[in-house]
């Protein structure tokens, strides 16, 4: 059973962990490798499958470049249907000797209808150089109430998952791919 005590959000970007105080509850999708691709998750024994640790492989930018990225991205189920929950990513854009350029943390609130995902920005931390054809970023920060990122700060994307790996489409055009470290249960 949960408690009633506010979720808490812990990101050391310098060690990629990403913690975050929330008990995963057990959702909908098929057993076995799942399909974002497929209708809404209805309640079940099995999480959604967007549901756990990702490391990304590629950033790709609407243009076209691709730029070298790590770090996690971390969807926990926040509801009895598996339809939202809670997000978290630290990523860094690397050099070529692998060092961070520039990087970003963020994290709120999540909402999936089949292939479309909707992402709260309640958590922004982003700074670094340029990187390929991105220009310097200066610091960014921002804590914004659940309220306000609900009202103002929503990212609808689209989602894909084919075994372990899955793919966020920004509407910039740019997009990510993500393999899994590990699920959540």
Do not use: K
Not at 17 to 42: F, K, M
Not at 53 to 70: C, I, K, N, Q
Not at 106 to 131: I, K, V
């Amino acid at each position: 059973m949960r408690s009633n005590r506010p979720p808490s959000l812990v990101l050391f970007a310098g060690s990629t962990l990403v913690a975050l105080g929330l008990a995963a509850v057990p959702s909908g999708s098929a057993v076995g490798p799942a399909n974002a691709n497929s209708v809404s998750p209805q309640a079940s024994a099995a999480p959604d499958p967007i549901v756990g640790s990702w490391r990304p492989r590629a950033y790709r930018l609407a243009a076209g470049a691709e730029l070298p990225v790590d770090g996690r991205i971390v969807f926990l189920a926040g509801s009895d249907d598996g339809s939202r929950g809670e997000w978290s990513v630290t990523f860094f854009v690397t050099g070529e000797d692998g060092a961070a350029v520039r990087g970003s943390a963020e994290g709120g609130e999540w909402s999936r209808d089949g292939r479309s995902l909707l992402l709260t920005h309640q958590f922004h931390l982003s700074a670094g150089g340029a990187a390929g054809p991105l220009p310097e970023a200066p610091l960014a920060m921002a804590i914004r109430s659940a309220a306000e990122a609900n009202a103002n700060h929503r990212e609808p994307c689209e989602v894909t998952v084919e075994g372990d790996l899955l793919t966020l489409h920004f509407p910039s055009g740019n997009s990510m791919t993500f393999e899994r470290v590990e699920t959540l249960r």
